[in-house]
């Protein structure tokens, strides 16, 4: 059965004290430690903030906390797992990922989260990368009371898994001539991927559904930074997602970035810790 998995490392001073706790979400086809740790995200982010790592179904990723406690030893590091149900009574649905992220950060966090909710403030900030930033915009609308702030990295506009599965279950995805430009990346990053390709095109399907649909009726609230490459041919329609957010949206393009290597990115660094480092 899938499940989703987390660890937390605390910050280095009282735990993280001064910093907002950040929850940090992989992209489809890729893990913890391919999409935060050897990309530098965790040096990035200094030592102070508290991190938790989701790990989405599907995406086994065993290494990561002693991946962590090797390079950062001086910092405290626990996991964490909840079950998913993917039957033939339930079919996995994005929906039920939201709920077990929501569940996982509260869990991770424990009393922290629980003191927090009664403030006119979130709890945590939220940074997704590709289908991370998916599910995030997503449980920040639904959780505008836990989150304080959001970070969008590679997010298209469009829903390109949904036309990816769509390819999958169709058997028509390498021979489709329409197929897009962001789908055929999409079935790249499978094929390059380490992590069991069957369980990647599972992961597709269920959580395709339901289709993702921002608007401006469906949209975060929170003060929200939008970033993407300005080679990402998955996110080239990202901009278009700062129309439906308030006033407190910012965009920023990497010059010269793709959707992978975007994520190695000083720039994008920078502009993710002056963000999260307002108020």
Not at 65 to 76: E, L, P, V
Not at 124 to 134: C, E, I, M, P, T
Not at 161 to 190: C, I, K, Q
Request: aromatic share 6%; charged share 25%; with cysteine.
């Amino acid at each position: 059965m899938p499940d989703l998995r987390w660890t937390r490392v605390s910050g280095e001073h009282a735990e993280g004290a001064g910093s907002v706790p950040l929850v940090l979400v992989h992209g489809f086809a890729t893990t913890v430690t391919q999409c935060w740790l050897a990309t530098g995200w965790l040096r990035r982010l200094g030592p102070q903030r508290t991190l938790v790592f989701l790990h989405l179904p599907w995406h086994d990723d065993a290494s990561a906390a002693a991946r962590i406690r090797a390079h950062y030893g001086q910092r405290s590091v626990t996991e964490g797992v909840l079950g998913l149900e993917d039957s033939s009574d339930h079919a996995l649905t994005s929906l039920d990922v939201l709920d077990a992220m929501s569940e996982a950060i509260r869990r991770s966090l424990g009393h922290e989260a629980n003191a927090s909710l009664d403030s006119d403030h979130g709890v945590v900030d939220l940074f997704g990368y590709s289908l991370g930033a998916r599910l995030a915009w997503d449980l920040a609308c639904q959780e505008d009371r836990l989150i304080r702030r959001l970070v969008l990295g590679g997010l298209p506009a469009h829903d390109e898994l949904s036309e990816f599965a769509h390819g999958v279950r169709t058997g028509s995805l390498r021979n489709d001539p329409t197929m897009s430009p962001a789908a055929r990346e999409v079935l790249e990053f499978v094929d390059s991927s380490e992590l069991d390709r069957g369980g990647l095109l599972t992961c597709a399907d269920r959580l395709s559904v339901p289709k993702f649909g921002p608007s401006a009726e469906h949209a975060p609230t929170q003060p929200t930074l939008v970033v993407t490459g300005s080679e990402d041919n998955v996110a080239q329609d990202s901009p278009d997602l700062v129309d439906y957010l308030g006033p407190d949206a910012v965009y920023r393009e990497l010059p010269g970035r793709t959707h992978v290597n975007a994520l190695t990115s000083g720039a994008f660094a920078r502009a993710v810790t002056a963000h999260l480092d307002e108020d």
